[in-house]
Every structure is written in C-alpha cells, then in structure tokens.
C-alpha cells in the first residue's frame, strides 16, 4: 500500500490555520456561509501552501517563497482613510468613477457614488456577505489552494451589477490600496455582473508601500451576459516587498466579449491567475499581459481559457521584459471542450532578458477535444537586438535611450490592445516610468 508524503506543515501554512480558528467566527456571514469558509480551508490544510511539485505552481513554490503568515488587516482608520484618498495616481485626470478599497475594506466615504447611471447597482460585498446573498466559492478555479484560502477569509470587496442594454460611460476605476506600517494581509472578493447587451469598462490598480512585506490575497467573478461587453485593465503596482495574489473567473455568454490588460510592475512575489470560460456561441475573449520586471522580482501569469461552445474565439498574448536577477512565467492554457467545434485559438508568450541573470519560464499547452478547430501556440525568449540597437546608435541615440526605445516598442504592442486611448496613454506613462528607473 501507498501512502501519500506530505511533508511537514511550514511556519506559514502553520499560522494560517492559527489565524483562521481565530478570526472564523467573526468573519462576514451566517451559518452557511461560514460552513463554506470552514470546506475551504479545509481543502487548503489538507495540501498546505503549493510548491513545485504541483503542476499548476511549477515555477512558483510558495512553501519556498512565503516565510510566514501575516495577521489581517484592520479596519482603516483616519490617517489609512487619507493615504486611500491619494491612491490609483496612475489614472488621474482620466475621469474615472474611483471606488477605494483600503487594507481590503470598501470606503464609500472615498469613492465616487454620486450620479450612477440608472441600471448600474454598487455595494460593499460584507453586506452582502452580511445578508447571506453572496455564494463564496470560485468553480473554476477548482482545489486552486490560493482560491481555498480567499474563501476562507475573504471578508470585503465591491460588488456591482450592470442591467441588460446599459452602456456605461464612465469607466470604473477599482483601487485597492495598503496603507499599514505594520504587515499584515487582505482578502478580497469581488464581483461583476454585466447584463446582455450592457457595456463596461473596468480598471482595477493595487499599490501599498516599500517598506512592508504586506500580503494580498484578491479575487474577481465576473459573468459577461449574453452581448456583452467589458473591458478589464488591471496594474499590479505593489510595494517591492509584497506578495500579490489574484483570482480571475470570468464566464462569457453567448456573442460577448471580453477583454483583459494586466501590466505588473511592482510586488516581491506576484501571481495573476485568469480562469476564463467561454461558455457561449461565438464569446470572444482577448487577453494581453505584459511584465516589467527587476531586482530579484518573481511574477508568475498563470491562465487557462476553455472553449465549451461552438464558434468561440480567443487570443492570448504575454509579453514580459526581465532585468537583473528578476524572473518572469507564463503558463497558458487552452482547453476545447467536446461539441466545441469551429472554435478559433491562439496563444503567444514572448521574454525580453536584458541581464545575463534574468530568467524567463514560459509554459503554453493546448488540450483539444474536438476535430474543427484552429488552435496554436508559441513562445520566444531572447535578448534585445544588437543589429537594431547598434542602427539607433549609429544615429546619434545614447545606448540607454535605444534600449528604451526598443523596449517600448516591445511593449507597446499590447498595451495597443486597450481600446480606450486615455487609458493607453496612462499605461504607457507607467512603463516610460519603469524604463526612467532603469536609468
């Protein structure tokens, strides 16, 4: 007989069930949501913290990576309030509706309610939580252990709902800050519902400060109803010794669509992982990630797209550039699911190494269950182009701006994806300032 070896509970994943016995009775929720947290950490303790071993985390081994668990954060204060008030910088003057999350609670007080569209419903997910309204777990995700541990302690978030033909003007802008001196950790859980027909625009930021070796732990439902359509932009700009978590599910009706940007610049350990289903006839979904990476930063994209309706189409493009000693994955995933026919799929992972040490693991698979497809994959990994560097040289253009201005050009590709130009015109302030750093 064989028996499975586990080895021995970590100092975190030790910590992580003292903190849960001690805060699971105060967590959001009547009985049964609190039997689904007590399943869910469950599921977690069960396995611990993912490493190596576990496919779906090869290159992420978080028994390594996270030393120990951190105590929630507390509810803001007035001096967090004011730090929140400054937040999602990155977006100002774009004319966005802000709705603040602080240390993982929602402050209306700091956000932008005022005047919603008729059809367009914002609430804070503990009241949710509070009225029993808001079933907790992430299907797609399935065991994810990160998933299991969101459920548990997930306590805050914004919830909003876009009625069926409603076009929303005004992009909504999702900030989460951390303010904490101390480190601590947040749970969010959010979600989104746009009707049939209805449009939206989403921008999602997350920052905190240098100094604090914070945790967040973050996820997203979304459902793009029947002719939808939403437009996600999301900047992981956490502190430099954060570690930055998030779940995206995304389910996409029939005739909808669904667009993703994520740009991740900032956090210690960072893990974006996308689950998307296209669970209708003719859902189109894109998604384009780009990296900027340094020092010894870790940024781990990890996605899997099913097609499980006929005539579905994806795209897929991840672009990261890799200094020093930093190390970018990408992990992609397309599944076609039986009766799924005609669906159309490609899949694109290219690192840009600019150091010797920088390192770049890229992973896409393709699982086909039925014989009408279009499906491909690839991926490149390489250094800058001395021909082209030497060419911007020979033109009077120092070494350093031709590197810039090769890397730009590497980037923008995706950031040309968002369809909105002031949005574009943010995100490529940000890698102008990313690229100023390297200076």
């Not at 020093?324 to 190494?353: N, S």
Request: charged share 25%.
């Amino acid at each position: 007989m064989n028996a499975e070896i586990r080895p021995a509970s970590t100092a975190a994943e030790i910590g992580l069930a003292d903190l849960f016995a001690s805060v699971r009775e105060s967590l959001p929720g009547g009985r049964d949501t609190g039997v689904i947290r007590s399943d869910a950490f469950d599921r977690f303790a069960a396995h611990g913290l993912p490493h190596s071993r576990i496919e779906a985390w090869k290159y992420t081994d978080l028994r390594r990576l996270v030393r120990d668990a951190k105590p929630l954060a507390q509810r803001p204060d007035a001096h967090a309030r004011s730090l929140g008030r400054e937040a999602g910088a990155v977006f100002a003057g774009v004319g966005l509706r802000r709705l603040v999350i602080v240390d993982g609670a929602f402050a209306p007080e700091l956000s932008d309610l005022a005047g919603l569209e008729t059809g367009v419903v914002i609430r804070a997910t503990i009241e949710a939580l509070g009225a029993g309204e808001l079933p907790l777990p992430l299907d797609m995700a399935g065991s994810d252990p990160a998933a299991e541990l969101n459920t548990a302690f997930a306590a805050d978030g914004v919830l909003i709902a876009v009625a069926p033909g409603v076009v929303v003007e005004r992009p909504i802008h999702l900030v989460f800050v951390t303010t904490g001196g101390a480190p601590a950790a947040t749970f969010t859980r959010s979600r989104v519902e746009v009707g049939s027909g209805a449009v939206l625009t989403l921008v999602e930021t997350y920052e905190g400060p240098d100094q604090s070796d914070y945790q967040v732990n973050a996820a997203l439902q979304v459902d793009v109803a029947d002719g939808a359509c939403l437009d996600r932009v999301k900047i992981t700009g956490e502190g430099a010794a954060a570690l930055h978590i998030a779940t995206l599910e995304a389910s996409i009706g029939a005739s909808a669509t669904y667009r993703d940007f994520g740009l991740t610049t900032g956090g210690a350990v960072v893990r974006n992982q996308l689950f998307l289903k296209l669970a209708g006839e003719g859902a189109i979904a894109n998604v384009h990630q780009a990296s900027l990476l340094s020092g010894r930063q870790h940024a781990d994209t990890t996605l899997v797209a099913e097609h499980a309706a006929v005539g579905s189409q994806s795209r897929e493009v991840f672009k990261a550039v890799v200094d020093e000693e930093a190390r970018a994955v990408f992990q992609g995933k397309i599944t076609v699911q039986p009766g799924a026919q005609q669906t159309d799929a490609r899949m694109m992972a290219r690192a840009l190494l600019l150091s010797d040490e920088a390192v770049a693991n890229c992973k896409p698979e393709l699982e086909i269950f039925a014989d009408d497809v279009q499906c491909g994959h690839g991926t490149t990994t390489g250094a800058l182009d001395d021909k082209l560097k030497f060419y911007l040289m020979a033109r009077g253009i120092p070494a350093k701006e031709a590197e810039a201005l090769l890397i730009q050009a590497f980037v923008g590709e995706v950031i040309d994806a968002v369809a909105r130009e002031d949005l574009r015109d943010a995100l490529s302030r940000t890698m102008l300032a990313w690229l100023k750093g390297r200076e």
